[in-house]
T-cell receptor, first 112, second 113 residues
Framework: DAGITQSPRHKVTETGTPVTLRCHQTENHRYMYWYRQDPGHGLRLIHYSYGVKDTDKGEVSDGYSVSRSKTEDFLLTLESATSSQTSVYFC???????????FGPGTRLLVL | KNQVEQSPQSLIILEGKNCTLQCNYTVSPFSNLRWYKQDTGRGPVSLTIMTFSENTKSNGRYTATLDADTKQSSLHITASQLSDSASYICVVSALGGSYIPTFGRGTSLIVHP
């Protein structure tokens, strides 16, 4: 398995609280991605990064922010969690945009 | 807008039978197409990758085909096993280093004993 971990793996939080999910890689890959996966929607891109401090929005970026201060870490923050953000969040990495993406194990987030 | 459409949305087959999953795309200019397998509760894992010049590629009991002219791909699973029960996701990349791949919604396959 590619060296990619996510933390926490499970989280329950309340509406209005801030939440930060962490993705850590040991592969030195340039690209890192955050997806959410919901029934009937498949994987949807939230944000991605193409280098340290270089990030861009995906198709469902509203309510989320990201940061990448080191090559190995990509953080996803929900500034004020809402119930609609209950989902499974996957981090992925790739060397270049058109190369194979390697996915982390996922984080299950429940917002009450 | 780049799009990837997969069919069927879900499929149930008996163990030992064959099946074929379809993927149509509008991504342009085309770079490559991947099929991923996602087991329940886990992240997707790449099965095959196909570039413009490739028509067929096999990975064990999985065979992917690509018709770049009609912008269609299929994933054929031979002699299905219970472990093939998963979601299969088609992902298409465009030429140009900065284009992020487009994901299909996936086909959910259930193999019954």
């Amino acid at each position: 398995d590619a060296g990619i971990t996510q933390s926490p793996r499970h989280k329950v939080t309340e509406t209005g609280t801030p939440v930060t999910l962490r993705c850590h890689q040991t592969e030195n890959h340039r690209y890192m991605y955050w997806y959410r996966q919901d029934p009937g929607h498949g994987l949807r891109l939230i944000h991605y990064s193409y280098g340290v401090k270089d990030t861009d929005k995906g198709e469902v970026s509203d309510g989320y922010s990201v940061s990448r201060s080191k090559t190995e870490d990509f953080l996803l923050t929900l500034e004020s969690a809402t119930s609609s953000q209950t989902s499974v969040y996957f981090c992925a990495i790739s060397g270049q945009a058109e190369e194979t993406q390697y996915f982390g194990p996922g984080t299950r987030l429940l917002v009450l | 807008k780049n799009q990837v459409e997969q069919s069927p949305q879900s499929l149930i087959i008996l163990e030992g039978k064959n099946c074929t999953l379809q993927c149509n795309y509008t991504v342009s200019p085309f770079s490559n197409l991947r099929w991923y397998k996602q087991d329940t509760g886990r992240g997707p894992v790449s099965l095959t990758i196909m570039t413009f010049s490739e028509n067929t590629k096999s990975n064990g009991r999985y065979t992917a085909t690509l018709d770049a002219d009609t912008k269609q791909s299929s994933l054929h699973i031979t002699a299905s096993q219970l472990s093939d029960s998963a979601s299969y996701i088609c992902v298409v990349s465009a030429l140009g280093g900065s284009y992020i791949p487009t994901f299909g919604r996936g086909t959910s396959l259930i193999v019954h004993p």
